[in-house]
């Protein structure tokens, strides 16, 4: 139980620190796009790029694993993204629900907790579920939003304007970057190697306040936006973390430690990277906030049964 506290208190502190200076005037309006932005322009990109760029490829031949955790996250996402859609959501909108669903804060989260429960050896099933959720499954939710956004026209001209935004999002290219890096075996430099670290290291921290300024924000709860919030908990801290013990112990099985890493990786809850995609692309952003601070919040509860469970 304390080691779940000491990594969630932090989250809850720094989301605190950016409600109260919102709420007190010492930002501006615009001062929570503005963050997300740097964000998502800057600092996420760095840290994606060092977390890929400095693997091994030696470290992350786990192909059990990344077959159980792959296949669910993304099965997971896809479920989720096919039932909004089947109620008439926007496929956008509907890319968002299903990172709501399936978007572990793996990074953030993951390391020190799996760290602190099952030793040095999760580092590198962390770091596999890192890059799956973090690069992967972001970059499929990029593919959606964009379809989103270029909605009309014909086909070939959709899929043309799709391919143009990708290759000039920098959530996208950072990665494809990184795995270049890292195919290729050069290294990097440590002056480089210190600036993508420092870079990267404002990520979590500013993504976290952002969060905290926009829930400060005064805005209209919407009917039905409850409903939808304890929903999207619920599939988030029950549902895929069932769905991945499902996967782990029948379908593909995988020894105890592994399976146990696997569904408490899953069992996290919702990390800050939907928040800035929805934040940048005016979906959802209302939702995918108290999604996170509401799962993030019962984790504290879910996370400490499921490792007396597993114990």
């Not at 506290?5 to 502190?13: E, G, Q, T, Y």
């Not at 907790?113 to 992967?136: K, M, Q, Y």
């Not at 800050?272 to 940048?280: N, V």
């Amino acid at each position: 139980m304390l080691s779940i506290l000491s990594v969630v208190l932090p989250i809850f502190a720094l989301t605190f620190a950016g409600w109260l200076t919102r709420r007190l005037g010492i930002f501006g309006p615009q001062s929570t796009t503005e963050l997300n932005r740097f964000v998502v322009y800057l600092a996420l990109p760095a840290l994606l790029f060092d977390i890929v760029a400095g693997a091994r490829p030696e470290d992350l031949w786990q192909p059990g694993f990344v077959a159980v955790f792959s296949l669910t996250t993304f099965c997971f996402f896809a479920l989720t993204v096919a039932v909004s859609r089947m109620k008439g959501t926007a496929i956008g909108n509907a890319a968002i629900h299903g990172l709501n669903a399936a978007y572990s804060n793996v990074a953030f989260l993951g390391f020190p907790l799996l760290l602190a429960t099952l030793g040095p050896a999760s580092r590198t099933l962390t770091l596999i579920a890192t890059i799956n959720t973090v690069c992967a499954l972001f970059a499929t939710s990029i593919v959606l939003l964009e379809f989103g956004n270029q909605s009309g026209g014909r086909p070939s001209l959709v899929v043309l304007r799709v391919l143009q935004a990708l290759f000039r999002n920098p959530l996208v290219l950072a990665p494809s970057l990184g795995a270049l890096v890292m195919g290729s075996g050069i290294g990097i430099a440590a002056p480089l190697d210190t600036f993508l670290k420092l870079l990267g290291s404002a990520a979590s921290p500013c993504a976290l306040v952002c969060l905290g300024m926009f829930l400060a924000e005064p805005r209209k709860v919407e009917p039905g936006d409850t409903g939808r919030t304890t929903l999207l908990v619920a599939l988030k801290l029950f549902a895929y973390p069932a769905l991945m013990l499902v996967m782990a112990r029948w379908v593909i099985p995988l020894e105890k430690p592994l399976r146990d890493a696997a569904v408490l990786l899953a069992a996290l809850p919702t990390g800050t990277g939907p928040f800035m995609l929805a934040e940048l692309h005016r979906r959802e952003g209302a939702l995918t906030a108290r999604v996170i601070l509401v799962s993030t919040v019962l984790s504290v509860a879910t996370v400490t049964l499921l490792l007396a469970a597993l114990r």
